[in-house]
């Protein structure tokens, strides 16, 4: 499998004694509660259509029983659909027979569990080991590729260690390592910090951004904390009852929610600290002549105290090669924080001034 690429296209999953028999219902639109108290079925996901692009970090995320955790688990075949298709690499996982469908999980991706899933009886050593050891890898080789992902993952000194004796964060960290080692070009990644302490978990975001700037593994990552998502996800998916109510960028979710429920995720989050000037940016202002630049990759946060020292409160916009590209002025950001509130259309600005005056 050359690439690292993923994608489901019409992935239905329902749970229950004859999963067929109630298919022409799900596809018809039954509702979630009435396929359960009526007909003893339970839907998981319905028309599920997902491509993750080679090296990028997709998340998906949602509330308890939406369906995430069913589908991530999909990709790896740990769960088979009731319909659709999931295709790895553009090969259709779902075709691959047993030893074929072993040897992609040995090599071609990794999972990283929330509750860690590491053997008790095994140092930490042996348990970064484990996929190696399973592919039958060359001792030499293994026991190199341990020590670097062991020492990567800031775990060195602690080879030795058995898991009870590492905090949960450290445990984590074992987990990261062991999916790593393998060199799988895929790491799926169901929830993996859910259980830590926000400090811990912060450290450990830092360190899944830092890796993957390198790396640029094909990342899908689990979570129902949008300042989770934000931070890690070039795209973000979320699910309600099984199906995708909005696949986008960060800045599309928070600026142009999809409807009501996915407005619900984002109201309350800190817009500043989220929206980045390029995406509420006005169009270049020649006359502006203002030294003080903002990048496009700004936060609004970051902006503000830059361009409120501009003259006019306004300051030039430039991207990565240091070309002005557009223009952000106090009032723009402001409009762009106050959220519902305003939009930032024709107009904005004004009301905002009248609001104010």
């Not at 009435?34 to 998340?59: F, I, Y």
Request: neutral net charge; contains cysteine; proline residues 5%.
């Amino acid at each position: 499998m050359s690439s690292g690429s993923i994608r489901a296209q019409g992935l239905y999953k329902v749970f229950g004694r004859d999963p067929a028999s109630v298919m022409p219902l799900v596809r018809e639109g039954i509702g979630k509660d009435e396929l359960r108290d009526s007909h003893g079925h339970v839907l998981a996901l319905r028309d599920v259509n997902l491509s993750v692009p080679e090296g990028s970090v997709q998340v998906i995320m949602g509330l308890s029983g939406c369906g995430k955790s069913t589908l991530v688990r999909h990709f790896n075949r740990l769960v088979e659909p009731t319909e659709g298709r999931v295709s790895v690499g553009g090969v259709d996982v779902l075709a691959l027979g047993p030893g074929r469908l072993r040897r992609f999980r040995q090599s071609g991706i990794s999972m990283v569990f929330q509750r860690f899933a590491l053997f008790p009886h095994k140092t930490v050593r042996a348990n970064v080991a484990f996929g190696l050891d399973v592919r039958r890898t060359e001792g030499s080789e293994r026991d190199k590729r341990v020590a670097r992902w062991v020492e990567r993952v800031g775990l060195a000194g602690y080879e030795d260690s058995y898991p009870g004796e590492l905090s949960g964060g450290m445990q984590q960290r074992v987990g990261l390592a062991r999916a790593l080692a393998t060199d799988a070009k895929i790491l799926l990644m169901d929830e993996p910090f859910g259980a830590l302490d926000p400090l811990i978990r912060a450290d450990m975001q830092d360190l899944v951004l830092g890796l993957q700037a390198e790396l640029k593994k094909t990342m899908v990552f689990v979570t129902h904390d949008l300042e989770e998502a934000i931070a890690v996800g070039d795209r973000i998916a979320i699910l309600r009852d099984g199906e995708i109510v909005q696949n986008a960028d960060s800045q599309e979710l928070v600026l142009r929610p999809a409807d009501g429920y996915i407005e619900q995720f984002t109201n309350k989050i800190n817009r500043a600290r989220v929206l980045r000037v390029g995406s509420v940016m006005e169009p270049p202002n020649p006359e502006l002549a203002s030294p003080l630049h903002c990048s496009v990759d700004m936060t609004l946060e970051d902006a503000l105290p830059r361009v409120s020292a501009s003259p006019g409160e306004e300051a030039p916009v430039t991207d990565g090669d240091g070309n002005v590209v557009g223009a952000i002025s106090v009032l723009r950001i402001l409009v762009a924080v106050a959220g519902g509130r305003y939009s930032l259309g024709d107009g904005s600005e004004d009301r905002l001034k009248r609001t104010a005056g």
